[in-house]
C-alpha cells in the first residue's frame, strides 16, 4: 500500500513540474507579426485589350452537288431495245446522248390505223362533195322546170278568154307544188351532204391531234440526255420490261454545281451575325486530293427552312462561281465563310473567359470582374463588343480561385 502511494506522488509531482515549465517558456516566447506587404500574392500574366478590325470565321464540311438533278423516266410500259453507247453508273453524257430506246411497234401500228382512217374519211369527204355537186345539178334543173310550170300557170291564170279548163289549170297547179317539194328536198339532202361533210372534218381534226400524239410518243421512243451531265443509279438493259413513270436512272447536270454544308450550334449563332442570314455571302471552298488544294469560290444562294434534327443544324447551299474551281461533282469539300467585324470588337484568350458571362481585368493591383458581351467563338479566342475596355489589362491565366477584388503580382513587374 505504501509502494503504490509512493508511485501516484512521484507521478503526479512530475506533471506538476511539466506543467509549471510549459507555463513559463509560453509566457517568454516572442510574438511574430508579418506585414501585408510581405504576404506573397498569387501571380498572374495579363495582355493589354486592343481594338481592332477581327473576322467572324465559320469552317465546315460539304459536298458538291449539282442544282439540276433529274430522275429519267419512260411515261408508258414498254421494252427497251436499245441503250446509249458505254452508259454505266458514273458516265458522262453530253446534251441529246441517246440513253434508251423502248420499243415503238404498238405505236407505229398505232399511227398506220389513225392514218387508214384519215385516208378512209378522205374519201368519204370526196363522195360528199360529189353528191353535192349532182344534187346542185337537179336542184338547177328542177328550179327551171318549176320556173317554166310556174310561168305557163300564171299564163293560163291570165288569159281573159278563160279557153283553158280548170283541170288543167288545178294540173298545172299540182305539177308546180310537186316540184317545190322536190326543191325542198334537194334541199334538205344538200344541207345533210353538208353535214356530214363537216362531221368528217371533225374526226379529221380528232384524228389528226391522236396522229401528232402519237409522233410525239414515237419520237419519245429515243429517251436523250436533257442536258449534259453525269448518271447515277443505272437501271437500264436491253429486254427490260419497264413500268410507266419507273425511275430507271439519275442524271446531274455537270453545270450549276453548289456545294452543300451543314452547320449548328455557335456556328449557327455566327451565322446569325451576318446580312440576310448569310444569303448572299461568299466563300471559300478547297479539296484536298493527296497533298494537292483544288480551291474554287461559291455564293450562298438558299437556307433549308427546317432544322434537320439528323445532323442538329441547318443545310446552306451555295453556288459556286463558273470556271473559278477545277472540283468535280461529288467532292467532299471543306468551306471557310467569313465575315469582317470592324472596330468595336476584341479578341481575347479562351482562358480569359469564365462561363461565357465575365473576364478579369486588372486595376491597381486588383482582379475586376468584368461582364461582357460574346459576337463569336473563333479558333483562336472569343470575340467580344469593345464597351469600353480597350486600353485595359485583362488577365490571360487561369487560378483555381479568382475573385472580384483579389489582389495579385503581376508576371514580370
Not at 173 to 181: I, M, V
Not at 194 to 207: A, C, P, R
Request: no cysteine; proline share 1%.
Amino acid at each position: 500500500m505504501k509502494s503504490l502511494f509512493k508511485s501516484f506522488l512521484v507521478a503526479f509531482t512530475i506533471i506538476t513540474v511539466a506543467v509549471i515549465i510549459y507555463i513559463l517558456f509560453s509566457s517568454t516566447r516572442p510574438i511574430v507579426t508579418q506585414n501585408e506587404d510581405n504576404i506573397i500574392h498569387p501571380i498572374v500574366e495579363i495582355r493589354k485589350l486592343i481594338t481592332k478590325e477581327n473576322t467572324i470565321n465559320i469552317i465546315a464540311y460539304g459536298e458538291i452537288v449539282s442544282s439540276k438533278v433529274i430522275k429519267i423516266k419512260y411515261r408508258d410500259k414498254g421494252r427497251i431495245i436499245r441503250v446509249g453507247k458505254d452508259i454505266n453508273n458514273g458516265a458522262f453524257l453530253n446534251k441529246g446522248d441517246l440513253l434508251f430506246e423502248v420499243d415503238p411497234f404498238n405505236i407505229k401500228n398505232d399511227l398506220k390505223d389513225k392514218y387508214s382512217s384519215k385516208r378512209i374519211i378522205a374519201l368519204n369527204i370526196k363522195k360528199s362533195n360529189s353528191k353535192i355537186e349532182t344534187t346542185l345539178l337537179k336542184r338547177k334543173e328542177l328550179i327551171i322546170q318549176r320556173d317554166i310550170i310556174k310561168t305557163q300557170f300564171n299564163n293560163k291564170l291570165a288569159n281573159k278568154n278563160k279557153v283553158f279548163s280548170k283541170k288543167s289549170i288545178d294540173d298545172l297547179r299540182l305539177l308546180l307544188s310537186s316540184k317545190e317539194e322536190l326543191l325542198i328536198g334537194n334541199k334538205e339532202l344538200m344541207n345533210s351532204f353538208y353535214m356530214d361533210i363537216e362531221t368528217y372534218k371533225e374526226e379529221v381534226d380528232k384524228l389528226d391531234n391522236i396522229i401528232a400524239r402519237l409522233n410525239n410518243d414515237l419520237k419519245e421512243t429515243k429517251v436523250m440526255a436533257p442536258y449534259s451531265g453525269h448518271i447515277s443509279q443505272f437501271d437500264i438493259e436491253v429486254g427490260k420490261e419497264i413500268f410507266s413513270n419507273e425511275v430507271l436512272a439519275v442524271l446531274n447536270a455537270s453545270d450549276g454545281l453548289e456545294v452543300k454544308f451543314s452547320i449548328g450550334g455557335v456556328d449557327y449563332y455566327k451565322l446569325s451575325q451576318f446580312a440576310n442570314n448569310g444569303i448572299g455571302a461568299n466563300l471559300d471552298i478547297k479539296w484536298l486530293i493527296g497533298d494537292k488544294y483544288y480551291r474554287g469560290e461559291a455564293t450562298i444562294n438558299r437556307i433549308d427552312g427546317l432544322i434537320n434534327k439528323e445532323i442538329a443544324g441547318i443545310n446552306l447551299y451555295a453556288s459556286i462561281i463558273e470556271q473559278s474551281s477545277n472540283i468535280p461533282l461529288g467532292a467532299f469539300v471543306e468551306i471557310n465563310l467569313k465575315k469582317q467585324i470592324l472596330s468595336n470588337s476584341i479578341l481575347v484568350p479562351l482562358s480569359s473567359v469564365f462561363n461565357n458571362e465575365f473576364i478579369f481585368i486588372v486595376n491597381n493591383g486588383r482582379l475586376k470582374k468584368q461582364k461582357i458581351k460574346i459576337i463569336s467563338e473563333e479558333f483562336n479566342g472569343i470575340l467580344i463588343e469593345d464597351d469600353s475596355l480597350s486600353g485595359k489589362n485583362i488577365v490571360i491565366s487561369r487560378l483555381s480561385d479568382m475573385r472580384d477584388n483579389m489582389q495579385v503580382n503581376i508576371l514580370g513587374k
